[in-house]
């Protein structure tokens, strides 16, 4: 196995050197080879991690100091958030564990920011590195399908006949919903801006959209149906967008399941109102480190209520979950960042709507999910970042 690794490191890294435009995007592709894990000289490893390591290793050393230098801005905010996670790493109870975390979800994914940033000069590769991401949710949805029909691959207790939940590659359904969510709203953003393609485009949104039904992902769903809300708002369709506000809010009045879901009463919602005060129990006594990194379950079990028995591992939100495993650190990084993309978005001359539609499902689902700390996730929204400042230094 660990021969195996290196060499999927050496192909990386080797690719990455000759050509690095094309080895990041197809960095792209590979984002669920997470799942494949081993060991190389007795210390933990995933296909993806391997992969990552090669291509950034290629296109540092490739990369111009003064080519760094152009990128200040991202520069302040990775080192910003890379300082603040590293005192969290050092100052968590669980530091094995937490180095791990840090290394998986915070060095890495900020390295490939980097590398995006310092290696793409035009807006077609941005382009091409989102359509590799895509290619690799039309495999997870065709895998979910797959699971549904045949009832194989479905890991427990989701397996049970008759409240299947398919699972793709991953643990969990709703792993399936957090990759599949913002790239489902990318789809539908670039089928306002590409007619040529919008066939296509509209054909792969469905394709996720029944992916996320068949997981029973219902906040990947409302996070879509957010995100177009916004592109129809912004691409002037305003009839559409209040015909499609007036069916959802009539549907929630009357349709009490679906009413459930959206306020949280159904018995996911009760978990996360349970978790969330909890959570808030223990922010409350900790509230500058807060549990530590990779401790949230060893946390928070002081913490919480005699009513909720299952220990997550996070908090189910974005802002409690960034103040749990970063510190009250996590909580300023995180506004600051919210608050430079939209003084961007306001400020560019031509805006990206649908890097904003990717945004927003990121945000919505984040009131209840977590979309951040993934091997995936985090580099999906690391690249999402350095798009969004390659747009605004590019089209300002």
Known sequence: MTLFFILIFCIALVSAFKQPQWSLIAL??????YVVRGDVFSMPTTVLEMCVLGVVCGVLVRARIRTIRKHSTFLLYASAFLYISTLACIASPAF??????????????????????LTFTQEKEWRYLWSAMLCSGVVISILCIVQ????TGIPEPWNVVGNIRTTAVYGYPNAVGLFLAPLT???????FEHKRFRTLLLCCTALFCFAIVLSRSDGALVSVLAALFVLLLAYRAYI???ILALCGTIATLLIPSLQAIVTLRDTSGDVRR????G????????????????????????YRLPSHVELLEYAHNNVLDFWAQ??????????????????????????????VAVAISILVYGLVDVPYFKNDLSILCWILIANFFWNYKNKK
């Open 274 to 277: 349970a978790l969330w005060h």
């Open 240 to 242: 559409v967008a209040t």
């Open 326 to 355: 970063f510190g009250i650190g996590g909580v300023v990084w995180l506004c600051a960042l919210f608050i430079a993309c939209i003084v961007y978005i306001l400020k560019a001359q031509q805006r990206s709507w649908p890097l």
């Open 96 to 117: 094995t564990q937490a180095a791990g975390i840090w290394k998986a979800y915070c060095v890495e994914p900020v390295l490939v920011g980097l590398c995006v940033l």
């Open 185 to 191: 709203t990318l789809c539908l953003g670039w089928s």
């Open 148 to 151: 549904y029909f045949t009832h």
């Open 28 to 33: 792209g592709a590979t984002l669920p080879l």
């Open 279 to 302: 959570t808030l129990n223990l922010l409350t006594h900790q509230p500058l480190l807060g549990a530590g990194l990779a401790n949230f379950p060893a946390a928070y079990n002081q």
